[in-house]
């Protein structure tokens, strides 16, 4: 998806698709640095399921803010981005 943007003529056509791999980047992030250690530290299910409970309302908001702004970004602000997720696969 990065390469298609990178190399597209019109970029703004890829926002959706960037939007999708930032939020899914975000939710993969809440999970494996604060999920997946909450888990291992076995705070009993109550506290675990308002985690997950609190989490999942976050990600949809933040979902939502993502797309919003992602979606009004020109052509070098998506290129931008694309380099940022770029750097973070080094």
Known sequence: MLGALE??????????A????????MNSGLD???????KLARPGFIVQQS???????AQQVMGSVIRNIIGRMDGPQLLSVCGSIRRLML
Not at 51 to 57: E, T
């Open 51 to 57: 985690a997950n409970l609190g989490l999942a309302g």
């Open 32 to 38: 494996y640095y604060f999920m997946q250690p909450l």
């Open 18 to 25: 960037l939007a999708d791999v930032v939020v899914e980047l």
């Open 7 to 16: 190399k597209a003529e019109d970029t703004a056509a890829h926002r959706d």
